[in-house]
């Protein structure tokens, strides 16, 4: 559910990121070959822009399904992993190299797991060009292979490149590679989760659809520009879909999304703004023998609904598939966030999760009403990405009818979306002194914000706590924390039925006045 996109960990478990993915990409795709399309790609047009790549979707749509199929030669095949990370893009053959342009773009090489060609075009004001493979554009380090013979057999993705920390060297800040997946960077941040344009099936039984780009179109930027667009047709046996990326790097990177998605066939669950990332271990959910205290690249999913009501759901390891959703008008925002950014909370000089961005979408334009679902998968290691985020539509695209969506992401460091009065800094779960029920657990959740700064400790500050039909709660609390300057709740709650699931909610509140942000979680079944 994730392309690894560079060494984010070691090199096994970027090795079974990748392994991963591939594994699910490969299983929902049927081969066919490329046949004319990177020929007919060569040929220049005068002119391209959403509405032309939204008519090639369209079309597509109104055909059968032909996936794209590898182009990968067999002595690319049989490289190991180690050996296919020596291949490299060589950095002055940049695209835009030498102009007095603040952008650059490289390439990715085809390889035994990224083995799905895409047609990558640049556009210019002479016209539409197509950007062939070209084999001296890389080092092959020791490999024994022989590029020469392979012809165009495309690239697998690209990355573009700005002075994003500092002016005289272009950092990476976005990566589109693998499926629809794509992933950026803001000032002084390190790859984490990824973005995806769209999730099919992710939930409810049905095997998941993985859509892919299949062409991209990069506009030349100009000189000065403090902005890129980049245009993508996506396709998978169930829909086509056309997308324009406004990239505006900065402290806090903005990729502008528009998308217009055709169906082929219905799809039970149909997602948009889709957001992918991995949750190992937590505060709420320590692992046993790892020195780490936390491992994850975002630790909750923050919700502002179209009622004004902001929501935090700390993510989990379950152990079993958890399909959850918090069902709202037209949202005004939701993200997957990593709000502990202490080094000492993970203690990993390698991966460095305190660094990892966290993602705010926001909408552009009335959503109307859906649902913001979120799914949890059991995770035994870092390597494997196990939590999803995306809006549901109420009104689902249709056969006869495409759906047009628009939307900003966000890629926040510490400087990062917050509800306006108070927010959950941490959520703790197990017994202190007192024992508890195996049919019980025990919540500690700290809150900070301006809301309770300088309360008094007296304060009538009480916690307003449901736990729902299934969970009779035991005991709340509220009370200052003087550590922190924040107020801590504690709840104590009896899961009735061991079968059935158990919804938490819990805020903050002084007389009429709501404090904080409403905390959510769920004790799944038994």
């Known amino acids: 559910m994730h392309a690894a996109l560079t060494r984010v960990r070691s090199h096994s478990a970027a090795a079974a990121r990748l392994v991963r993915l591939a594994y699910f990409l490969q299983r929902h795709t049927v081969r066919v070959c490329l046949g004319g399309a990177l020929a007919s790609a060569a040929q220049a047009v005068s002119a391209i822009g959403f509405e032309d790549v939204a008519a090639r979707a369209q079309a ?5 399904h032909k996936p794209v199929a590898s182009t990968v030669p067999p002595q690319l095949k049989a490289l190991s992993y180690d050996q296919y990370r020596d291949i490299r893009f060589k950095p002055e053959r940049a695209l835009w190299r030498g102009e007095p342009r603040p952008f650059e773009a490289m390439f990715f ?3 035994p797991l990224q083995s799905e060609p895409v047609l990558v075009n640049e556009i210019t004001p002479q016209g539409v060009r197509h950007l062939p493979f070209d084999r001296s554009a890389f080092d092959y380090g020791r490999n024994l292979v022989s590029p020469q013979t392979w012809g165009d057999v495309g690239f697998a993705g690209f990355r573009l490149h700005y002075p994003l920390n500092r002016g005289d060297y272009k950092d990476e800040v976005i990566v589109f590679l693998g499926g629809t997946y794509f992933r950026a960077l803001g ?3 390190r790859y984490g989760l990824s973005a995806r344009g769209l999730a099919i099936d992710t939930a409810g039984g049905v095997r998941e659809e993985f859509p892919r780009f299949r062409e991209f179109w990069i506009e030349r930027p100009a000189a000065g520009a403090d902005s890129i667009t980049v245009y993508a047709l996506a396709d998978s046996p169930r829909s086509s879909s056309a997308f324009r990326f406004v990239v505006r790097p900065g402290a806090d990177t903005v990729v502008q999304v528009r998308a217009r998605i055709y169906l082929r066939e219905p799809v039970a669950t149909f997602g948009v703004a889709a957001l992918t990332s991995m949750f190992l271990s937590g505060e709420n959910q320590p692992r046993r023998g790892d020195f780490r205290p936390e491992v994850h690249d975002s630790d909750g999913l923050m919700v502002q609904t179209g009622e004004g009501e902001w929501i935090w759901r700390p993510l989990t390891n379950p152990g079993a598939p958890l399909p959850t959703s918090f069902s709202t008008g037209s949202p005004r925002g939701f993200g997957l966030m990593q709000r502990d950014r202490a080094f000492a909370s993970y203690e990993d000089t390698e991966a460095r999760y305190e660094l990892r961005p966290s993602a705010w979408v926001v909408p552009r334009g009335d959503w109307g009403p ?3 679902e979120l799914v949890q998968l059991p995770t035994p290691d870092e390597a494997n990405d196990n939590v999803v985020a995306y809006w549901v539509p109420q009104r689902q695209p249709t056969l006869s009818e495409p759906l047009d969506i628009a939307y900003d992401i966000h890629w926040q460091g510490a400087l990062q979306q917050r509800p306006p009065n108070a927010w959950v800094v941490q959520t703790r779960v197990g017994r202190g002194f007192d024992e508890i029920g195996e049919d019980e657990r025990q919540y500690v959740v700290d809150f900070e914000g301006p809301a309770l ?4 400790g007296d304060a009538s ?6 736990a729902g039909a299934n969970g009779r709660l035991i005991a709340t609390n509220a009370y200052p924390n003087e550590a922190t300057g924040g107020w801590r709740m ?6 009735v039925d061991a079968r059935q699931p158990v919804e938490l909610r819990g805020f903050l ?6 404090l904080s942000e409403t905390w959510s979680s769920i004790i799944p079944p038994r």
Do not use: E, F, M
Request: glycine letters at 14%.
């Open 60 to 64: 597509l749509a109104q055909s059968p």
């Open 109 to 111: 090489h085809l390889g």
């Open 187 to 189: 000032a002084g941040q």
């Open 370 to 372: 859906g649902r913001v």
């Open 453 to 456: 700064a300088g309360l008094a």
């Open 461 to 466: 500050i009480k916690a307003v706590v449901s």
């Open 490 to 495: 504690t709840l104590r709650v009896q899961q």
């Open 509 to 514: 509140q002084h007389g009429n006045d709501i």
